[in-house]
């Protein structure tokens, strides 16, 4: 199984660092054509609480782990990276959320689809950040 990073985008206005009172609302997508892990990377910018919803058009059960980190280039396993939710999206579900409230200078969300599927439909991750 390979792992694929993905790149994230900026939904809102980008909020200076120093303002860490403002939310900031984030989106990534994927393929969901493989079994992959695919890894999106958000700067918390000092937010301390995190939702991550997906929205799987597919309906393909997937795992969503929340990784903590300290460092911007970390990866699971590392060492200052902490495994701090997970969720599923089940087959019979199109969409899930979980929120963390646990405030780390980075984040990681790996979604695992548990199938790959023809149709490649788009997966779209949410990340929203609040600052409590």
Do not use: C
């Amino acid at each position: 199984m390979a792992v694929v990073v993905e790149t994230v985008n900026v939904v809102s206005k980008e909020v200076h660092e120093r303002q860490a009172i403002a939310p900031t609302y984030l989106t990534g997508s994927f393929v969901d054509n493989d079994t992959d892990d695919h890894q999106l990377k958000v700067d918390a910018r000092g937010k301390g609480r995190l939702t991550v919803a997906i929205d799987n058009p597919a309906d393909n059960t997937m795992t969503v782990n929340v990784y903590g980190m300290h460092a911007a280039a970390g990866a699971v396993g590392d060492a200052g990276t902490f495994l701090i939710g997970t969720f599923t999206v089940t087959a019979a579900q199109d969409k899930n959320y979980q929120t963390v409230n646990d405030p780390f200078p980075w984040y990681l969300i790996q979604v695992t689809p548990a199938a790959a599927d023809a149709t490649n439909p788009t997966v779209t991750v949410y990340m929203d950040f609040s600052a409590f």
